[in-house]
């Protein structure tokens, strides 16, 4: 079956510039994260949605940062006023619900010129 | 605050010499410990989950433990296509996120 899909995979942007990153999970999954992944690093954690409940925004690093999830499915996170510091691997997951094993995408590879 | 501690950085072991994999941990309740794969340029691949002090996991050629403070990956007769980065994470109660570790990179020579 369809794993969750990111796109775009690889996205070369210039310092100040907006930027839209996508993910589709799997159908029927509930449970929708979005993770950061910089060279050599660990995965940090940006943001958690759950159904229809308001959103786990704990992790966003600033308020430049912010992402939705529109009708419980598709969510974009979009990074205004990009900085060098943003480029990393964003990764979305999906799960059926809180407890229980992630299942990952492909990521987007973000580069700020 | 919840850590991940993984051992060690990297690894390099020859096609069929066994090894374990380190992770340290403190949460403050622990729901879940989650072991993945990852490979060059893709998302992480779901391994095992192990939930209390005492359970273990197999899968092929690799198996889960877990303690109060540690887990093991433990790697019997590796082959070169277990080569990868291995990454634990926890999950603590009443917490929504997943706290990873910065993973081991193992490298199986043939």
């Known amino acids: 079956g369809a794993g969750v899909s990111q796109s775009p995979s690889n996205k070369v942007t210039e310092k100040g510039k907006d930027v839209e990153l996508r993910c589709d999970p799997i159908?029927?999954?509930?449970?929708l994260y979005w993770y950061r992944q910089s060279l050599g690093q660990g995965l940090e954690f940006l943001i958690y949605?759950?159904?229809?409940?308001?959103?786990?925004k704990s992790g966003l690093p600033s308020d430049r940062f912010s992402a939705e999830r529109t009708g419980g499915s598709v969510s974009t996170l979009t990074i205004q006023r990009t900085q060098q510091e943003d480029s990393a691997v964003y990764l979305c997951?999906?799960?059926?619900?809180?407890?229980?094993?992630?299942?990952f995408g492909p990521g987007t590879r973000l580069t700020v010129l | 605050e919840d850590q991940v501690t993984q051992s060690p950085e990297a690894l390099r072991l020859q096609e069929g010499e066994s090894s374990s994999l380190n992770c340290s941990y403190t949460?403050?309740?622990?729901?879940?410990l989650f072991w993945y794969r990852q490979d060059p340029g893709k998302g992480p691949e779901f391994l095992f989950t192990?939930?209390?002090a005492g359970e273990e996991k197999e899968k092929e050629r690799l198996k889960a433990t877990l303690t109060k403070k540690e887990s093991f990956l433990h790697i019997t007769a590796p082959k070169p296509e277990d080569s990868a980065t291995y990454l634990c994470?926890?999950?603590?109660?009443?917490?929504?996120?997943?706290?990873f570790g910065a993973g081991t990179r193992l490298t199986v020579k043939p």
């Open positions: 997951a999906s799960s059926l619900a809180l407890e229980g094993e992630q299942f």
């Open positions: 159908s029927g999954h509930t449970a």
């Open positions: 949605f759950q159904g229809n409940s308001a959103p786990d």
């Open positions: 949460v403050s309740g622990l729901r879940g």
């Open positions: 192990l939930y209390s």
């Open positions: 994470a926890v999950q603590a109660r009443g917490n929504n996120d997943m706290r």
